[in-house]
């Protein structure tokens, strides 16, 4: 299984501060990937990278943004936090465009008060 | 565009029963398909993976999926349920423009498998 750390696991802040989620891979896949995960969405892409600072926005990017400045790590800042980004977010990565199975992280839960 | 549906948000069978998801997509190119488990409190594992080749596919834990274009499914089957394969299952199909794949992965809403004793 491809290496994935995310950190922190979990995180209590409040709205209107600014938040950044980590996610580290030690298996060199090309892909990374950030998703929330809510009830009745399923897994809902927000950005996603395709090498060292390749970035493109996902179906629900509005509020995030993303950097990767190196292959290994991928981080997800949100800007100024709502409580309609309170959620379970996932960071995954693929090999490349052509073997898109996904390596899931164990998920950050992210609650904004 | 490609898109995937889950019939059902919510399945429960015995033990030792049937395990059947449904899962239906829409794309106007051959799809690369998945299915994912994840348990409480985890990330999602890969489950199978229909490329292209032989359209049922075998997975891990005893469970098995079958291409059927035709249908525009592919169902999630395991003969017999066992306790432990209680969890949620994502259904996902990979993004494609034109002939190649964008990278992406597009999933559907979930179903979450109850199994009783």
């Known amino acids: 299984d491809a290496g994935i750390t995310q950190s922190p696991r979990h995180k209590v802040t409040e709205t209107g501060t600014p938040v950044t989620l980590r996610c580290h891979q030690t298996?060199?896949?090309?892909?990374m990937y950030w998703y929330r995960q809510d009830p009745g969405h399923g897994l809902r892409l927000i950005h996603y990278?395709?090498?060292?600072?390749?970035?493109d926005k996902g179906e629900v990017s509005d509020g995030y943004s993303v950097s990767r400045s190196k292959t290994e790590d991928f981080l997800l800042t949100l800007e100024s936090a709502t409580s309609s980004q309170t959620s379970v977010y996932f960071c995954a990565t693929s090999l490349d465009r052509v073997d898109t199975e996904a390596f899931f992280g164990q998920g950050t839960r992210l609650t904004v008060v | 565009a490609q898109s995937v549906t889950q019939l059902g948000s919510h399945v429960s069978v015995s033990e030792g029963a049937l395990v059947l998801l449904r899962c239906n997509y829409s794309s106007s190119v051959p799809p690369y398909l998945f299915w994912y488990v994840q348990y409480p409190n985890q990330g999602l594992q890969l489950l199978l993976k229909y490329t292209t080749g032989a359209t049922l596919v075998k997975g891990i834990n005893g469970f098995e999926a079958e291409f059927k274009k035709s249908e525009t499914s592919f169902h999630l089957t395991k003969p017999s349920a066992h306790m432990s394969d209680a969890a949620e299952y994502f259904c996902?199909?990979?993004?494609?423009?034109?002939?190649?794949?964008?990278?992406?992965?597009?999933f559907g809403q979930g179903t979450t498998l109850q199994v009783k004793p």
């Open positions: 298996e060199n896949h090309r892909y």
């Open positions: 990278s395709y090498g060292v600072k390749d970035t």
């Open positions: 996902a199909v990979s993004e494609r423009s034109g002939s190649s794949n964008t990278g992406k992965l597009i």
